[in-house]
């Protein structure tokens, strides 16, 4: 079992920046990807990030490439992701998540993640 907290979210105006944390807790293993998703009003929940536990594997949605950083501190059991240069268009719900089973690949579908944050609100004024 793992549980995932996320904070950081707030709102910012166009140009700034924002650190969201996800504080894991449970059994991990480096094999576990870890992701963030976001989730606009009236949209699909989107992939923003991933990474391995281990830190392998980073990979980013094309709309944030360049502006967001996903990390994590294994030592304190914590993900984040950095967002720089934010825009109106990143305004919605982050979660964070995470996947159990094993791939080789970067994991982008939220149907492969298995557990979930209660999502941290951003908003991006212009």
């Known amino acids: 079992q793992v549980q995932l907290v996320e904070s950081g979210g707030g709102l910012v105006q166009a140009g700034g920046s924002l650190r969201l944390s996800c504080a894991v807790s449970g059994r991990i293993f480096s094999s576990y990807t870890m992701g963030w998703f976001r989730q606009a009003p009236g949209k699909e929940r989107e992939f923003v990030s991933t990474m391995k536990w281990s830190g392998a594997n980073t990979d980013y949605a094309d709309s944030v490439k360049g502006r967001f950083t996903i990390s994590r501190d294994n030592a304190e059991n914590m993900v984040y992701l950095q967002m720089n240069s934010l825009r109106p268009e990143d305004t919605a719900v982050y979660y964070c998540?995470?996947?159990?089973?094993?791939?080789?690949?970067?994991?982008?579908?939220?149907?492969?993640?298995?557990?979930w944050g209660q999502g941290t609100q951003v908003t991006v004024s212009s």
């Open positions: 998540a995470a996947a159990t089973a094993y791939s080789t690949r970067r994991m982008k579908n939220q149907y492969q993640y298995d557990y």
